[in-house]
């Protein structure tokens, strides 16, 4: 069964301070990973996207990686700032012909001054 | 210059009532697609439209009808509304099929059955 899980569920944490978020996947056959950033009230954004052969992508202080052989991916935050209060999304997509996308439940970071 | 917009924002109406919530892009994509987001924060894909050809269509109730009348419009009916329908409804867009291509999504649409 193709599933997507990310954790911790909800994250808290200072102003500044840096933090990782993790996605664990069993999508098969892999295509490719998203990061995706919802704001309260908004739709997702994009962030990166990650193909089998690549093991990390940074994008500004977000920093993706991604180990296709345990299925396993992180988002790690450096220097975080108010403006990343945001549920963080992992999305993950097969490689059948429907192109199908598998959804994470997301993790809720919240960071405070 | 809104890429992808829907209307309205919140919705709010009785069970049994038929409503419709109206998507758009004008990023010129080939494929729509329509989403619920639970309440717990989990986004499941409804349907798909690329170039007018409905070509996913996840197990969803007949309630649900996607609508398109061109391929910046696509927007999504649903008939005889229940409680169970209370969601945030997402329309996304991409360029094609590709596996790499980026879907790009509206603002969402929270709809409260009551």
């Known amino acids: 069964k193709n599933q997507v899980e990310q954790s911790p569920q909800s994250l808290i944490i200072l102003e500044g301070k840096n933090c990782t978020l993790q996605c664990n996947y069993t999508v098969s056959p892999f295509s490719n990973l998203r990061w995706y950033k919802q704001d309260t009230g908004r739709g997702p954004v994009s962030l990166t996207i990650?193909?089998?052969?690549?093991n990390t992508k940074s994008n500004g202080r977000y920093t993706a990686t991604l180990d296709a052989d345990t299925k396993q991916s992180s988002l790690h935050i450096t220097a975080s700032q108010l403006s990343d209060s945001a549920s963080y999304i992992c999305v993950v997509r097969d490689q059948t012909g429907a192109n199908n996308l598998f959804f994470g439940t997301g993790t809720r970071l919240t960071v405070i001054p | 210059d809104t890429a992808v917009s829907q209307t309205p924002k919140y919705l709010v109406t009785q069970m049994g009532n038929d409503k419709s919530i109206k998507c758009e892009q004008n990023?010129?994509?080939?494929?729509m697609y329509w989403y619920k987001q639970d309440s717990k924060k989990f986004l499941k894909i409804m349907f798909s439209y690329n170039n007018k050809e409905l070509i996913i269509n996840e197990t969803v109730p007949n309630r649900f009808s996607p609508k398109s009348p061109d391929k910046a419009h696509l927007n999504l009916h649903i008939n005889s509304l229940e409680l169970g329908d209370s969601a945030v409804y997402f329309c996304?867009?991409?360029?094609?099929?590709?596996?790499?291509?980026?879907?790009?999504f509206g603002q969402g649409t929270r709809l409260t059955v009551v």
């Open positions: 990023l010129g994509h080939d494929t």
């Open positions: 990650m193909t089998f052969s690549e």
């Open positions: 996304a867009s991409s360029p094609g099929q590709g596996a790499r291509l980026e879907a790009f």
